[in-house]
């Protein structure tokens, strides 16, 4: 069963393609009952040569610098999960500030990073706050928060939640790589998970009593990138964070230039898939266009 809350929201294109309307989140009722939220926070389009590389490695960075290419506008997922022992929210999409320049003055390098990179098209009203509250839902209902990693675009929403349970990777904080750590708020000292046990080969940490909730790790696209996993009704949900950008990149095991690590991407992409194989999984990467329709059509499927 799905279910969806119409938002309006005025928006204005930036030059060239201009992005597609704004989104409302998605709900989805898993077979074991619990609701999955897919919220989008706004749009982002990256340089074509940075999502699929090709060519010598040697020359991809300069062909991501140099190229004219652009993507296709990708959306800005984030994930609400509501678990009969409370609200966990995945991810925390991005700021509407970062279509502003002076936010990230304070960081020259990936100022200028941002510039030649990516594109950003988001209005306020579709930050994450406000997409809750068209579910009836406030930031204080939230049990916790589990960050995939730290660049913005999966933080972006931080400063609504600063009494709330937040699990980062400890590899990524506070110094991981292109994480815009002066934007980061003052308060956040977030907790680090504790991978006391295994899934499929990848080292898990239980977020439930009956760990049909936990915490995955992925490394490689940043050197503790997480993600999250669900089991219900004999589907695992996977929250796949920047783990690949879309669900055709993890199954032809391509490794994205945007991985800090390229080694342990290629190894956690491998560890992937064979989990996939192992047990029936719905695959949702942060960037995947088809991420909320895998989840909505999986749902009716059923």
Same mark, same amino acid.
């Given at each position: 069963?799905?279910?969806?809350?119409?938002?309006?929201?005025?928006?204005?294109?930036?030059?060239?393609?201009?992005?597609? !309307?704004?989104?409302?989140?998605?709900?989805?009722?898993?077979?074991?009952? %619990?609701?999955?939220?897919?919220?989008?926070?706004?749009?982002?389009? %990256?340089?074509?040569?940075?999502?699929?590389? =090709?060519?010598?490695?040697?020359?991809?960075?300069? =062909?991501?610098?140099?190229?004219?290419?652009?993507?296709?506008?990708?959306?800005?997922?984030?994930? %609400?999960?509501?678990?009969?022992?409370?609200?966990?929210?995945?991810?925390?999409?991005?700021?509407?500030?970062?279509?502003?320049?002076?936010?990230?003055?304070?960081?020259?390098?990936?100022?200028?990073?941002?510039?030649?990179?990516?594109?950003? !098209? %988001?209005?306020?009203?579709?930050?994450?706050?406000?997409?809750?509250?068209?579910?009836?839902?406030?930031?204080?209902?939230?049990?916790?928060?589990?960050?995939?990693?730290?660049?913005?675009?999966?933080?972006?929403?931080? !400063?609504?939640?600063?009494?709330?349970?937040?699990?980062?990777?400890?590899?990524?904080?506070?110094?991981?790589?292109?994480?815009?750590?002066?934007?980061?708020?003052?308060?956040?000292?977030?907790?680090?998970?504790?991978?006391?046990?295994?899934?499929?080969?990848?080292?898990?940490?239980?977020?439930?009593?009956?760990?049909?909730?936990?915490?995955?790790?992925?490394?490689?696209?940043?050197?503790?990138?997480?993600?999250?996993?669900?089991? =219900?009704?004999?589907?695992?949900?996977?929250?796949?964070?920047?783990?690949?950008?879309? =669900?055709?990149?993890?199954?032809?095991?391509?490794?994205?230039?945007?991985?800090?690590?390229?080694?342990?991407?290629?190894?956690?992409?491998?560890?992937?898939?064979?989990?996939?194989?192992? !047990?029936?999984?719905?695959?949702?990467?942060?960037?995947?266009?088809?991420s909320t329709r895998r989840l909505a059509n999986i749902a009716l499927t059923r």
């Amino acid at each position: 069963m799905t279910r969806s809350s119409p938002t309006t929201v005025p928006r204005s294109a930036l030059s060239g393609e201009p992005p597609p !309307a704004p989104s409302s989140p998605v709900s989805v009722v898993t077979p074991g009952g %619990i609701v999955v939220h897919a919220v989008q926070t706004g749009w982002l389009r %990256i340089k074509s040569a940075y999502r699929d590389p =090709s060519g010598p490695e040697l020359l991809r960075v300069p =062909s991501i610098l140099l190229g004219f290419s652009w993507t296709p506008w990708l959306p800005i997922l984030a994930w %609400i999960i509501e678990h009969r022992e409370g609200l966990t929210l995945v991810d925390l999409g991005e700021t509407a500030r970062i279509t502003d320049p002076d936010y990230l003055a304070c960081d020259r390098m990936l100022k200028l990073f941002y510039a030649r990179i990516v594109q950003f !098209a %988001i209005s306020p009203e579709e930050e994450i706050v406000h997409q809750m509250r068209s579910l009836g839902m406030r930031p204080q209902d939230v049990r916790r928060i589990v960050l995939t990693h730290l660049h913005s675009s999966h933080t972006g929403g931080l !400063a609504w939640f600063p009494d709330c349970e937040i699990i980062a990777p400890r590899e990524d904080y506070p110094s991981g790589s292109n994480v815009l750590s002066c934007r980061l708020p003052k308060w956040f000292n977030p907790q680090f998970p504790e991978f006391r046990s295994d899934l499929f080969g990848m080292p898990w940490h239980s977020l439930s009593e009956n760990d049909d909730l936990g915490i995955v790790a992925t490394p490689g696209h940043t050197k503790g990138h997480q993600s999250v996993v669900l089991a =219900s009704g004999g589907l695992h949900y996977f929250f796949a964070g920047d783990l690949s950008f879309d =669900s055709l990149q993890m199954q032809k095991q391509k490794v994205s230039p945007a991985s800090e690590e390229p080694q342990l991407a290629r190894e956690t992409l491998r560890r992937v898939l064979q989990f996939c194989r192992s !047990a029936p999984t719905v695959f949702l990467p942060s960037h995947d266009p088809n991420s909320t329709r895998r989840l909505a059509n999986i749902a009716l499927t059923r």
